[in-house]
């Protein structure tokens, strides 16, 4: 069988002009050198599924000018060869200029860089014109100076945060002169990773590091679109919630439905309950806790009262089958996220978290929880931090950002979450495969820069707080434990268990070494510990000489 999209690589979608675009539903990854399955054969001539060995970040074609320039990093779909000052003579009138970003410098006037050139290249900007020919780009620069701004009126923020937002607010000569500073990084992958977010029209994203000193930005790939295993694939196309519904509907035991509202466009045609019947609804043999049917209201809000992170929850979303268009109240996952969030590292223990730079209200969806579908006995090595299982759709699988993701990997624990993540039955068309998702709504109202908080932890170890802490300040690292060997005050962890909104995972810490292993697991098997002992056991595996920040994803996730 021959595949008709069966590529090299699977890649972000991009515009093409003049022609509509093409949304992926999600990418399958194949074996190099093994024919594709016959089972496959339906996705292979579905123009919504990308098929390919690897999943990539290419570099854009306008940043690929090359030059003398190269930076010291290497990070996904961003080029290290770049053009500097000493070839704008030569280029100035033959080259397309496309603007990155713009600053201010130290006395006031608008600084602008471009795509390919690195900082040497910048440009003070006298032109009159040159805000109106780059609205989008200076749309998204106030964005950011705005923010920035309200740090400097924060009286919760430190001294150095203040001193940090000038790298933006008032750039001085030294670090324009400097392109291999890790400034220009995060620069890159602000922008990069924003112009995947565009072609889905979705806000810009930004990562920020409000320190003097900065550490190096999260690298990952990152995708709009869930990247499925071939085994997670195959569990997919054969399970019940896969089937289109009147496959469904003629598969099913009839039973009483019970009737309900629904804040659809088409209310008449609309089938979301029904699946919500057929598939997740508790029945008389069902056992354990009854799951949760979060049904979006007219402005497409899920109703949040009694919220419990111990509760199973899924949404459903319209497929073409209920004749709705794309804004209708209940696709609001399938539409995307909305309000612009940026990235920011925190401190050396959380590392880096997500804020908002505008009100979210509870109830309102944030964002899609994006990464790698694999099985939980996959038997591959992974951060099993970055997990997020399933437990309503396909419990087989989980959905792993580590390596592959979107800025939703970021989410921060919180003992009093403000957000919280909900499995979504959702495919545009009946004949996509119902790839698992999960999206993540406020449960409270979030104000403007707050940090986004999901919980790791079940009710009743919240309670107990046993192994958990919950002191960590959104500026400051408040602690009563100094660990000057690594450089910060911190709070060493008494426990490797992750527990999510969704599930329980407990983590392998793979990255360390044999003999760590064999001292880190007798602390996991035997919390609580007190302090001290925990120091002991780091000094004593030698784990004293890795940074801590590499631990957090085990601990805290």
């Known amino acids: 069988m021959a595949a008709v999209n069966l590529t090299d690589e699977i890649v972000p979608d991009t515009r093409t002009p003049g022609q509509p675009l093409i949304r992926t539903a999600a990418g399958v990854l194949i074996p190099r050198n093994q024919p594709l399955k016959p089972e496959f054969a339906g996705l292979a001539n579905n123009p919504n599924i990308q098929l390919g060995h690897a999943y990539a970040n290419p570099i854009p074609a306008e940043a690929a000018l090359g030059g003398p320039f190269r930076s010291l990093y290497n990070y996904p779909g961003i080029a290290r060869r770049k053009m500097t000052a000493n070839e704008v003579s030569a280029n100035q009138y033959s080259h397309d200029w496309k603007v990155q970003s713009t600053y201010k410098n130290i006395y006031g006037q608008l600084l602008c860089t471009y795509v390919g050139w690195n900082s040497t290249a910048a440009f003070v900007q006298h032109n009159r014109n040159f805000i109106r020919r ?187 089958q209920c004749g709705c268009s794309s804004a209708c109240p209940r696709r609001r996952c399938q539409r995307g996220q909305t309000k612009t969030l940026i990235v920011s590292y925190e401190n050396e223990i959380i590392e880096f978290a997500l804020r908002t730079t505008e009100p979210i209200l509870r109830g309102e969806f944030i964002a899609e929880y994006n990464g790698v579908v694999m099985k939980l006995d996959a038997g591959t090595r992974r951060d099993e931090s970055y997990d997020v299982s399933l437990n309503m759709i396909c419990p087989e699988l989980v959905i792993n950002s580590a390596s592959v993701g979107n800025l939703t990997r970021f989410l921060a624990h919180g003992c009093e979450p403000n957000a919280g993540l909900i499995e979504t039955h959702s495919r545009v068309k009946e004949e996509d495969p119902l790839i698992p998702r999960v999206s993540v709504y406020a449960i409270r109202d979030i104000a403007a820069g707050e940090k986004v908080l999901i919980s790791y932890y079940q009710q009743w170890q919240l309670e107990s707080k046993s192994g958990i802490s919950c002191n960590f300040d959104s500026f400051q690292i408040q602690t009563n434990i100094n660990f000057d060997f690594l450089g910060a005050a911190q709070t060493a962890p008494t426990t490797c268990h992750v527990i999510d909104s969704l599930a329980v995972t407990t983590i392998s810490p793979t990255k360390m070494q044999p003999f760590t292993q064999l001292y880190l697991f007798f602390v996991i098997r035997r919390p609580p510990l007190n302090a001290t002992f925990v120091i002991f056991v780091f000094i004593a595996t030698g784990l004293h000489r890795y940074h801590f920040s590499h631990y957090h994803r085990w601990f805290h996730g």
């Open 134 to 320: 780059n609205r989008d780009v200076m749309r998204i620069s106030n964005a950011r100076d705005t923010y920035l701004r309200s740090i400097l009126q924060d009286p919760e923020a430190t001294d150095m945060m203040k001193r940090a937002t000038g790298k933006w607010l008032s750039m001085n000569l030294g670090l324009l002169e400097d392109p291999d500073h890790l400034f220009w990084l995060y620069e890159d992958i602000s922008y990069y990773h924003t112009k995947i977010q565009q072609v889905h029209d979705l806000p810009s994203l930004m990562y920020i590091c409000l320190r003097d000193n900065l550490v190096m930005p999260p690298k990952y790939k990152y995708t709009l679109f869930n990247i499925v295993e071939e085994a997670a694939m195959d569990t997919i196309l054969g399970s019940k919630t896969n089937k289109a519904f009147e496959e469904l509907q003629k598969s099913t035991k009839r039973r009483r439905m019970e009737a309900m509202e629904t804040s659809c466009e088409n209310p008449d045609q609309c089938q979301c309950n029904t699946i919500w019947h057929m598939l997740y609804a508790p029945t008389a043999q069902s056992s354990g806790s009854n799951p949760k049917y979060m049904r979006q209201n007219a402005d497409g809000l899920l109703d949040m009262r009694g919220f419990d992170i111990s509760d199973l929850r899924v949404a459903i979303e319209c497929s073409d």
